[in-house]
């Protein structure tokens, strides 16, 4: 059986791990380029990040060094989309199976539409319809005006790695705010297996069930501490909460996000079950 969305090859066996061998992933938050920020410092770790993307399934990944913050007027969109185009080559001449495209990881800033405008920042895939942005982690700040001008862009927003920030878990009248003005929120694989410890996993967790969270990336930087663990990820979320939840935020919304597509609601797939 061909997937649908991704053309991934299903074994139609009911052999669920014998099956995910064959499942391809999108990943649309990764730092794996050289030299750019806190993610591989040469190339040739870059390139042994991903072929460690490619073991764990990754197809397709969004290089998103940061931007803004402390990473200020260092990564604009011609050295990161440069960086990109290299690494490219390089994982083409070296065999790796893997598609980069730009993206970045935008520190929340006041500046960000104008920055936006004028090409000083980047979205995910390069695509103009959905932006990366990263939260201070214990410091509480309400971006409902932020994501309201973006939306009257037409860019939708995606919060990284949410459920490290440790604010968010007891304002939920405000992530529900934040919801209805095209924010969405992305978790980490490694937070769903407790590489960040039980706080940050219980959050991961709670936005999951919850149906806020719609997707999973790997936020990998480098090949031990932070490397990418979305196939074990994928796999912890089918046995908890089922195949069709998983496939959704670790592959299918994902695959939206890079190919600019609307991101489906977890709970578009509670009432398909519900239907059942």
């Not at 997937?3 to 990764?30: A, M, P, T, Y």
């Not at 069930?209 to 997707?215: D, I, K, M, Q, V």
Request: net charge negative; proline share 4%.
């Amino acid at each position: 059986m061909i997937d649908s969305v991704n053309g991934n090859i299903i074994d139609g066996q009911n052999d669920r791990l014998k099956r995910h061998r064959w499942e391809k992933f999108n990943d649309i938050h990764c730092h794996c380029l050289p030299g750019l920020d806190d993610g591989p410092a040469i190339m040739s770790e870059s390139l042994a990040l991903c072929r460690k993307l490619v073991g764990d399934g990754i197809a397709t990944v969004a290089a998103t060094p940061h931007q803004l913050g402390r990473f200020e007027g260092c990564n604009e969109p011609e050295r990161v989309r440069e960086a990109v185009h290299n690494l490219n080559e390089v994982v083409k001449n070296n065999g790796v199976p893997l598609k980069i495209v730009p993206g970045g990881e935008i520190r929340v800033d006041e500046r960000i539409c104008e920055l936006l405008e004028a090409d000083k920042i980047l979205t995910l895939a390069d695509g103009g319809k959905y932006i990366l942005l990263e939260l201070p982690y214990q410091v509480f700040i309400d971006i409902e005006p932020l994501l309201t001008e973006l939306a009257y862009m037409g860019i939708q927003s995606v919060i990284a790695h949410a459920e490290k920030i440790a604010s968010l878990a007891t304002q939920h009248q405000v992530v529900l705010r934040w919801l209805e003005h095209s924010a969405h929120l992305q978790i980490t694989a490694s937070s769903l297996l407790g590489d960040f410890g039980s706080e940050v996993q219980r959050a991961a967790w709670y936005f999951l069930t919850s149906g806020w969270a719609t997707l999973v990336a790997t936020d990998s930087h480098d090949m031990n501490v932070r490397r990418p663990r979305m196939r074990a990820a994928f796999e912890r979320i089918s046995n908890r909460l089922g195949e069709d939840l998983a496939r959704l935020v670790c592959i299918e919304n994902p695959s939206r996000v890079i190919n600019g597509q609307d991101i489906l609601p977890v709970s578009l797939y509670d009432q398909l079950e519900a239907d059942r």
